[in-house]
């Protein structure tokens, strides 16, 4: 071990031999649009599995075994005039518009 020590850094590399004990494992296989196939190793205890994982193509590996989800439509976002014509109908606003234009022309003269 003398031979082996000579010029290493002393205290900062270690040669212990690690046994390497690994939790127990099983392999998850994922196949792309492609065809290709990604084998992934997860542990037997995992709480959660992906449904997905990317393949080096670039596209998406679907786990084997597991259905495509369907993917939720996005909700639609309110924008202000939503807001608007949930309070006031196109005739009450077409009103308030003919009264508002009235004001301002009778300030301006």
Request: overall charge positive.
């Amino acid at each position: 071990m003398g031979e082996a020590m000579r010029g290493s850094r002393l205290g900062s590399t270690s040669y212990e031999v690690d046994p390497g004990l690994y939790a127990p494992r099983e392999l998850t296989t994922y196949v792309c649009k492609n065809q290709h196939r990604v084998t992934m190793p997860f542990s037997i205890e995992a709480d959660e599995i992906p449904d997905s994982w990317p393949c080096a193509c670039g596209a998406a590996g679907l786990r084997q075994g597991v259905q495509r989800q369907p993917v939720p439509e996005p909700k639609h976002v309110r924008t202000h005039w939503d807001m608007l014509l949930e309070r006031r109908s196109i005739k009450e606003l077409q009103d308030i518009l003919k009264e508002r234009l009235q004001f301002v022309r009778a300030k301006a003269s």
